[in-house]
């Protein structure tokens, strides 16, 4: 870059002014956060400007990103498949690994089908905007990821919300929307809830959409390698396979490579192939990313050490974490807020950990509801107890200093 000739002309000069303006504005707010960079792989431990870390910030919930075995499947697949794919999915993109990931996959969810996607966010706005058109509807928790509500956004299908995890207002909404008589209902909700690590009430909303003839949409992902057997999900924790339609699931979190993917019936992976927009007009997945994840799941089928790993650390932390008199919210999961309020308090309590060798991040508006900002924590299963022990006493030291227990 420092050789480059920068010119700059007023045009370009009054769009990065209108810029600023927001920039400042959120400075203004304590909402400006520099890019943390890692200098190091992903892991319980991270190195950050020449620091080491205990890690809680991470999604890596088993530590596959760094598992021998992912790591040979990608080398493996980009010697022998190259490095890109060089097409969408439609054209010349499909491989016979895209394929055999995919019948993993839906043998691991218990579904007929799945299909991949380049990214859990992209699978949520594919399908959202792919199943949904003007004559339809969609019933959606209020707290659902961001991903869900920008596919909701790309559709011209009616919208109602419901109170977050509240069965009586979901079943209102389905109510409304039989009466109104719209030609399919869509009940969309997460798994597990990405900021404050609850479980969403699947039992009684599937109940629910099957009395009003709606379909079910679970976004598990932060469920997957984390709920159920073997990590399956959320629907395979309740017991629900085959009653909900939409099974989504993430390849960047658990799975510890990144992709997206519906489990779901051969109608709807037919369906999706033939009108999900980033399906059709967004490049495949490379050979080595589609090896790791494939390798992921054969792990997750051999053995669930990992899985009950994650748990035994879970239970640790949140009971420490509890006792030393902070709020946890309603988490339920792998996933520990610990609340705070204020987001620049969020942030000053986030930099005061760091500096205790702790990396957590703050999180406020527009992430979380305005005063409802936290420190979101996440242990995996490869955390040693000397790892979290040090995190719990820095959290234990903050707490006091910042007069919050
Ligand atoms: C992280 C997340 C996504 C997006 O997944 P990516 O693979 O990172 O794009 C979608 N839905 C929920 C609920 C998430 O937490």
Known sequence: MTDTQHTTTDGLRQFDASLTE???????????????????????????????????????????????????????????????????????????????????????????????????????????????????????????????????????AHRLLFDHADLDAAEQALAKARKEGYRRVLLVTDGVFSMDGDIAPLPGLVERAEAYGAGVMVDDAHATGVLGSHGRGTVDH????????????????????????????TTVRD????????????????????????????????????????????????????????????SETPITPVMIGEASKAMEFSDRLFARGVFAQGIGFPTVPEGKARIRTIVTATHTREQLDAALSAFADVGRELALR
């Open 22 to 156: 927001e920039l400042d504005s959120l400075r203004e707010r304590g909402l400006y956060r520099p890019l943390r960079v890692l200098e190091s792989a992903q892991g319980p431990r991270v190195r950050i400007g020449g620091q080491e870390l205990i890690n809680l910030s991470s999604n890596n919930y088993l530590g596959l990103n760094t598992h021998p075995d992912l790591i040979e499947a990608a080398c493996q697949a980009a010697q022998t498949w190259g490095a890109g794919t060089g097409a969408v999915r439609t054209i010349a993109g499909t491989q016979t690994l895209h394929e055999e990931l995919e019948k993993k996959l839906a043998r691991f969810k218990k579904t007929e089908a799945a299909l991949s996607f380049q990214s859990g966010y992209t699978v949520n706005v594919g399908v959202l905007s792919s199943v949904l058109q003007e004559p339809d509807c969609v019933v959606s928790d209020a707290l659902n990821h961001a991903s869900i509500i920008d596919g909701i956004r790309l559709t011209k």
């Open 238 to 265: 309740f017991g629900l396979h085959g009653r909900v339609a939409l099974n989504i699931g993430t390849l960047s979190k658990a799975i510890g490579v990144v992709g997206g993917y519906v489990a779901s019936t």
């Open 271 to 330: 369906y999706l192939i033939h009108t999900a927009r980033p399906f059709l007009f967004s490049s495949s997945h490379p050979p080595a990313v589609v090896a790791a994840c494939e390798a992921a799941v054969d792990l997750l089928e051999r053995d669930d050490v990992l899985v009950q790993q994650l748990w035994a650390n879970t239970a640790y932390f949140k009971k420490a974490i509890r006792e030393l008199g902070f709020d946890t919210g309603t």
